[in-house]
């Protein structure tokens, strides 16, 4: 199990940029896929952002795709979120995830933090 903490969120303009962090407990991180998730009101819950334990590999949901890099430094048990050219239906509330290597679901999950893009 890892625990995870975001931070980075807050009140941007339409177009500006905004990095998140997500910060992960514990010594095997590394084993971890990591992801980026969001929740918007009144909506459901989908995926944005996806990392290989590596970094090598990284998968994005169409929406996003060409704004937005994920990364991750191990050495620093962290994983990112680089938004840019935000719009305000990226407005929500954000969070990150960890899968542990071998398994198909994420089950470790941060208390998110909350991105408002004014128009």
């Known amino acids: 199990q890892v625990q995870l903490v975001e931070s980075g969120g807050g009140l941007v303009q339409a177009g500006g940029s905004l990095r998140l962090s997500c910060a992960a407990s514990?010594?095997?991180?590394?084993?971890?896929?990591m992801g980026w998730f969001r929740q918007a009101p009144g909506k459901e819950r989908e995926f944005v952002a996806a990392i290989s334990w590596s970094g090598g590999t990284t998968y994005y949901a169409d929406s996003v795709k060409g704004r937005f890099t994920i990364s991750r430094d191990n050495a620093k048990n962290t994983v990112y979120l680089q938004m840019n050219s935000l719009k305000p239906e990226d407005t929500a509330s954000y969070y990150c995830?960890?899968?542990?290597?071998?398994?198909?679901?994420?089950?470790?999950w941060g208390q998110g933090t909350q991105v408002t893009v004014s128009s």
């Open positions: 995830a960890a899968r542990n290597i071998g398994k198909l679901k994420y089950d470790d």
């Open positions: 514990g010594r095997t991180f590394s084993s971890y896929a």
